[in-house]
T-cell receptor
Framework: GNSVTQMEGPVTLSEEAFLTINCTYT??????LFWYVQYPGEGLQLLLK?????DKGSNKGFEATYRKETTSFHLEKGSVQVSDSAVYFC???????????FGPGTRLSVLP | GAGVSQTPSNKVTEKGKYVELRCDPI?????LYWYRQSLGQGPEFLIY????????DSGLPNDRFFAVRPEGSVSTLKIQRTERGDSAVYLC????????????FGPGTRLTVL
């Protein structure tokens, strides 16, 4: 079945550090890939998405590139801020529109 | 515009009781989803509606769980004979028309079964 694997957290960084959160997936065909973010006390929010191989999703300084050859969708940001502290979830929806499958989430803490 | 709303935000009940959780999706979104999220985990799919019908209920854990969407907008998740293991945050999401579209989530209902 479909699955998403994320790097385990928590990840703790200093402000302005470079961020990478790894995400790899297993799915049939060509899934759509998503990153969601959950800020403390808030609901899940869509951060970015990519729907086909080599697409790059970007938003709020975050980027992720759909790599079919490595079945990955790693999240990156060049300079994190304290306000980026949250839990980040990688997710996929496969080609035939099966259920969204979420990874377990990676907690990011950014220290001033 | 208005996002997905869920009520109540918190629900505390006793083991064996019946509960109803409500979801009001984004206007115009035909697809609606229910998930359950336990502490430290990602959302777990429960059920997906396309319009008024449950297109996929394969995630419902057992027959104590049931959901309806009678007019293709608001949905209610119903849990009978609640158990302590049902305690979780129940999330509702909607998307424009299909499961390949991005989903927009409500704030969730935290259910605690004592």
């Amino acid at each position: 079945g479909n699955s998403v694997t994320q790097m385990e957290g928590p990840v703790t960084l200093s402000e302005e550090a470079f961020l990478t959160i790894n995400c790899t997936y297993t799915a049939t065909g060509y899934p759509s890939l998503f990153w969601y973010v959950q800020y403390p006390g808030e609901g899940l929010q869509l951060l970015l998405k990519a729907t086909k191989a080599d697409d790059k999703g970007s938003n709020k300084g975050f980027e992720a590139t759909y790599r079919k050859e490595t079945t990955s969708f790693h999240l990156e940001k060049g300079s994190v801020q304290v306000s980026d502290s949250a839990v980040y979830f990688c997710a996929l929806s496969d080609q035939i529109g099966q259920n969204f499958v979420f990874g377990p989430g990676t907690r990011l803490s950014v220290l001033p | 515009g208005a996002g997905v709303s869920q009520t109540p935000s918190n629900k505390v009940t006793e083991k064996g009781k019946y509960v109803e959780l409500r979801c009001d999706p984004i206007s115009g979104h035909t697809a609606l989803y229910w998930y359950r999220q336990s502490l430290g985990q990602g959302p777990e799919f429960l059920i997906y509606f396309q319009g008024t019908g449950a297109a996929d209920d394969s995630g419902l854990p057992n027959d104590r769980f049931f959901a309806v969407r009678p007019e293709g907008s608001v949905s209610t998740l119903k849990i009978q004979r609640t158990e302590r293991g049902d305690s979780a945050v129940y999330l509702c999401a909607s998307s424009l028309s299909s499961r390949r579209d991005a989903q927009y989530f409500g704030p969730g209902t935290r259910l605690t079964v004592l």
